[in-house]
């Protein structure tokens, strides 16, 4: 192969490995929305994944259950409660209101008694991934 010939072929490459990892971080940060955060966090709880769950809280909210006490428990039976809640919890896509590293998001929840409300759930961005504060 001559020189030019693996000139092109390495352009191309380069240029075909640039264009995929830029792929990948654009959907990545797309699939990277407060919305999907929370339907992450209760997909995760009520499957009884609380360490998959864990990855969607708020490092504030995790220091919290650091030291346990009789009336807040461990993270992992806070998830469990708070997976055993709702029936149903589904954010209202494209609602978030982002401002800067913080977003609240309109979320329609169906009671334990079948009865519907929306709440408003807030966020923080932590390390570029949108975590759950409960407040």
């Given at each position: 192969?001559?020189?030019?010939?693996?000139?092109?072929?390495?352009?191309?490459?380069?240029?075909?490995?640039?264009?995929?990892?830029?792929?990948?971080?654009?959907?990545?940060?797309?699939?990277?929305?407060?919305?999907?955060?929370?339907?992450?966090?209760?997909?995760?709880?009520?499957?009884?994944?609380?360490?998959?769950?864990?990855?969607?809280?708020?490092?504030?909210v995790i220091e919290y259950y650091?030291?346990?006490?009789?009336?807040?428990?461990?993270?992992?039976?806070?998830?469990?409660?708070?997976?055993?809640?709702?029936?149903?919890?589904?954010?209202?896509?494209?609602?978030?209101?982002?401002?800067?590293?913080?977003?609240?998001?309109?979320?329609?929840?169906?009671?334990?008694?079948?009865?519907?409300?929306?709440?408003?759930?807030?966020?923080?961005?932590?390390?570029?991934?949108?975590?759950?504060?409960?407040?």
């Amino acid at each position: 192969m001559s020189k030019v010939a693996k000139m092109v072929l390495s352009l191309v490459l380069l240029v075909l490995g640039i264009g995929g990892v830029s792929y990948f971080a654009i959907a990545q940060e797309q699939n990277n929305t407060p919305e999907n955060a929370i339907t992450a966090f209760y997909d995760n709880a009520k499957q009884g994944h609380q360490e998959e769950a864990k990855k969607y809280v708020a490092s504030e909210v995790i220091e919290y259950y650091k030291n346990p006490s009789w009336f807040n428990g461990t993270i992992s039976a806070a998830i469990k409660r708070e997976a055993n809640e709702y029936i149903s919890v589904k954010p209202q896509e494209g609602k978030a209101k982002i401002q800067g590293e913080t977003a609240t998001v309109p979320v329609n929840v169906t009671n334990k008694d079948g009865s519907k409300e929306v709440k408003t759930y807030s966020l923080v961005k932590e390390n570029g991934e949108w975590k759950l504060t409960f407040q």
